[in-house]
């Protein structure tokens, strides 16, 4: 068994992930001296003292946490040192600033962390790339194999029939999508397809800013209690049960998730259909990604975190989940 102090390129602690040796956390949840910021969702994000992030991400986390002090706007693909460190952001996919690092320490070795990946074409973030790497660090969110979703397509083509079925009917369908990247790519498939479009407000403040960063969104009416006939509303889940809702009738609710896949999520919802939108990478993508950088050693954190590094095992891959030790394949 190799010792975990010897070999963990990353360190699980309160408060997150911490890249070993250095002080350089990924993601921190909790206030800290230095993270890397992979995007901007409220799970991933903190006031740190300094922080690593995409200027999209630095403007989305200024909108959510207050002026960030000691932001550093580091475009994609443009390496530079820090420390003995390099650096290299790449997208992600995942939503509009999204990014993976790569540090290369001085003894050459490569380690990735992708944060939240998506490996599916979208209309509002950048394309995901493959991060070359010797150690990947892997977001597990839907590391189980029973999270595989239909091609993207697909599923917009059969959202698209819902809506205009429902449209006919003189029903208000109403989707919901979380606030922040899966609502914008939503609201830009609409767009495309003819659709009008009325969203909350919190939605279309967001939509806001990702025009600033070249991704318009308009013509997106600010919902304001009423909708009008022939309107698609979109509104965050966690709203689902709200009163605005409520009294719009009548209607069809649909929520977009990955985990729409688990028929919980439409009685969670009191929803009347899902829709396998996700913004995330599903498992066959995720082992089929993993193999692509070519890791020697792959770390799964977050999600099926455990069952996704067996997975990868079984393939033949040394992997682990975040905080276990590293099992290698002896036969
Ligand atoms: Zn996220």
Redesign the pocket.
């Known amino acids: 068994m190799y010792s975990c102090r010897a070999m963990c390129a990353v360190e699980l602690r309160r408060g997150g992930l911490r890249l070993s040796g250095t002080a350089l956390w990924l993601d921190a949840t909790q206030k800290s001296e230095l993270s890397f910021v992979?995007?901007a969702?409220s799970?991933?994000i903190a006031r740190h003292e300094r922080v690593i992030a995409t200027s999209a991400t630095l403007r989305l986390m200024s909108h959510r946490l207050g002026q960030i002090p000691a932001g550093l706007p580091v475009p994609y693909n443009r390496p530079f040192a820090l420390g003995a460190l390099q650096i290299e952001l790449l997208p992600a996919g995942?939503?509009l600033g999204?990014a993976q690092i790569r540090v290369t320490r001085d003894d050459g070795r490569r380690i990735a962390y992708t944060?939240?990946l998506n490996l599916a074409p979208s209309l509002t973030a950048e394309a995901a790339q493959v991060v070359e790497c010797d150690t990947l660090i892997l977001e597990a969110t839907f590391g189980h194999p029973r999270y595989r979703f239909p091609p993207k397509e697909q599923v917009l083509s059969q959202l698209e029939t819902w809506l205009r079925e429902k449209l006919d009917r003189g029903h208000t369908p109403v989707l919901l999508g979380y606030a922040l990247?899966k609502s914008q790519e939503v609201i830009a498939f609409l767009e495309r397809r003819g659709f009008e479009v009325a969203a909350h407000p919190s939605i279309c403040d967001l939509a806001s800013i990702y025009s600033e960063f070249g991704v318009a969104l308009s013509p997106l009416r600010r919902f304001n209690g009423t909708v009008r006939s022939g309107e698609v509303l979109v509104f965050p889940p966690h709203l689902s049960r709200s009163a605005s809702i409520s009294r719009i009738w009548p209607r069809s609710v649909a929520v977009l998730s990955g985990w729409a896949t688990d028929a919980a999520a439409i009685r969670w919802y009191r929803s009347d259909a899902a829709f396998p939108l996700s913004?995330?990478a599903d498992f066959d993508s995720l082992v089929d990604y993993a193999r692509r950088t070519g890791a020697k050693e792959v770390i799964t954190h977050g999600g099926f975190a455990e069952q996704l590094a067996s997975s990868l095992r079984e393939r033949g891959s040394v992997a682990r989940a975040v905080g276990r030790p590293l099992q290698l394949r002896l036969f």
């Open positions: 992979s995007h969702h799970d991933h995942h939503m999204s944060g939240d990247g913004d995330h």
